[in-house]
């Protein structure tokens, strides 16, 4: 009886380990199913195709583009359209940078003069001529004497001309109030012919010399048959 009620007791022992370890195994690969079931967070790696998708919103960098906007400093090309006549051009430090030419090819006989003249950099003459003379057949054999009158001065970098003749230094009231210089900055060795001589009441300094130059002290040799005199409320140099 007893070895009868034994038999039974290791029965049920076994047959109880054996449930568990079924029920074990039985959950616990439930339970990776389950896992695979988090594996549906690979779904949330649909929030990577969100990320991909904003990744498409970086295409805005596209919109970078508008550095392409950038293109308009090929407005700097406008800078070409006056390729004709470049800056350099008229570019200056002093005034001695300048000379006043003619705006048309042939001007006055070669000269410039009245509402034909403007001031060019003299390292420039060339080019400013060719450009003027561009198509033109020739001019007239003939040869003109330059108006000392309109002088070239630099202003602010630029070549500009001057008519004395509309400039206050040359404003006077009777002869006296006039003298002859030349229309350069220093007198001393300075040509006085007919294309250089003038006649001022005030002082052009600022307009034929550079800043800080100083002249040589010395009288210049004027010419004996040249005269200052006040004439329509201008000093004008005339020669006899």
């Known amino acids: 009886m007893r070895h009868l009620l ?18 074990a195994t039985s959950g616990g ?6 896992s695979a079931g988090h594996g549906g967070s690979a779904g949330h790696g649909g929030s990577a195709g969100h990320t ?37 051009w008229t570019y200056c430090d002093v ?16 000269v410039a003069g009245r509402g034909d003249a403007r001031a060019v950099a003299v390292d420039y003459l060339a080019d400013v001529r060719a450009a003027a003379c561009d198509g033109n057949v020739g001019c007239p054999a003939c040869a003109g004497s330059r108006d000392p009158t309109l002088i070239a001065t630099c202003v602010a970098n630029r070549c500009e001309v001057v008519d004395l003749q509309q400039h206050p230094a040359t404003e006077c009231r009777v002869d006296s109030d006039c003298r002859l210089r030349t229309n350069l900055c220093c007198g001393c060795g300075a040509p006085h012919g007919f294309e250089d001589l003038i006649a001022v009441s005030g002082n052009i300094s600022d307009l034929v010399c550079a800043p800080d130059s100083a002249c040589p002290e010395c009288e210049p040799v004027l010419p004996t048959n040249a005269h200052p ?12």
């Open 95 to 110: 005034p001695s940078d300048c000379q006043v030419v003619p705006v048309s090819c042939c001007g006055n006989c070669g």
């Open 29 to 34: 690969s439930g339970g990776s199913g389950g």
């Open 52 to 88: 991909a998708g904003q990744g498409g919103s970086a295409g805005s960098a596209g919109h970078g583009g508008s550095a392409g906007h950038g293109g308009s400093a090929g407005s700097a090309g406008h800078g070409g359209g006056d390729a004709g006549e470049p800056d350099v």
């Open 229 to 240: 005199v006040c004439d329509g409320g201008r000093c004008q140099v005339v020669w006899r």
């Open 6 to 23: 034994g038999m039974m007791c290791l029965g049920l022992v076994v047959a109880a380990c054996g449930g568990e370890t079924d029920g």
